[in-house]
């Protein structure tokens, strides 16, 4: 196991195309948790998952951004009709339990042209 | 609101030097506070938290509800410390809320 791994690692796309970017996580992690990074900010919440459960979404994640974890394990985060705003790093983390250390991917740098 | 603030967007200290990393926090309810790290080319990554009161690589820091702070501390800066550092806060559902980040540059 060699930690938590998100794919691509970049993207470019247009405005307007849809994306999806891929999150694994550590395994038997149960929490898997998305935020975005922004150039000259921290990282800021978008959703969380216990196992497949979406238990929260920021109001930062409009109606064209979805994310899934189908069988608790790996997630998706997908974006439609992208916007040029819609350009940040895009970083998966998983923890153990709830209050546990998060262990964060590498990120997916996402730039809409 | 549940907000970290870290007011400096750049510390830059000589190898040797003492730092401080300053993060202060607002929050309703008993915080749970952690430093991150994030070296060049390298994923973010937990360096301490602080009820664990642990010294890593030489770096402390205290909570000070009173003056709602939870600054980073190392007496003797090395070179390898170069780095982004982004005081964090675990909020209800055990999200992180990040400060802007500081970015310390240990000169030689």
């Known amino acids: 196991d060699t930690g938590v791994s998100q794919d691509p690692r970049h993207k470019i796309t247009k405005r307007g195309q849809n994306v999806t970017f891929r999150c694994d996580p550590i395994?038997?992690?149960?929490?898997l948790y998305w935020y975005r990074q922004t150039l000259g900010q921290g990282p800021e919440f978008l959703t969380y998952f216990q196992n497949e459960a979406q238990l929260e979404k920021s109001r930062l994640l409009s109606d064209r951004f979805s994310a899934e974890r189908p069988k608790g394990s790996f997630s998706t985060l997908e974006i439609q009709r992208t916007e040029q705003g819609d350009s940040a790093m895009y970083l998966c983390?998983?923890?153990?339990?709830?209050?546990?250390?998060?262990?964060f991917g590498p990120g997916t740098r996402l730039t809409v042209l | 609101a549940q907000r970290v603030t870290q007011p400096e967007k750049l510390l830059s200290v000589f190898k040797g030097a003492p730092v401080e990393l300053k993060c202060n926090y607002s929050?309703?309810?008993?915080?749970?506070l952690f430093w991150y790290v994030q070296y060049s080319r390298q994923r973010l990554q937990l360096l301490l938290r602080?009820?664990s009161r642990e010294s890593i690589k030489g770096f402390t820091a205290d909570l000070n509800k009173g003056e709602t702070s939870f600054h980073l501390k190392k007496p003797f800066a090395q070179e390898e410390d170069s780095a982004m550092y982004y005081c964090?806060?675990?909020?209800?559902?055990?999200?992180?809320?990040f400060g802007a980040g500081t970015i310390l540059r240990v000169k030689s």
């Open positions: 395994s038997e992690h149960n929490r």
């Open positions: 929050y309703s309810g008993s915080p749970e």
């Open positions: 964090a806060l675990f909020q209800y559902g055990n999200k992180l809320v």
């Open positions: 983390a998983s923890s153990l339990r709830g209050r546990d250390e998060q262990f």
């Open positions: 602080h009820i």
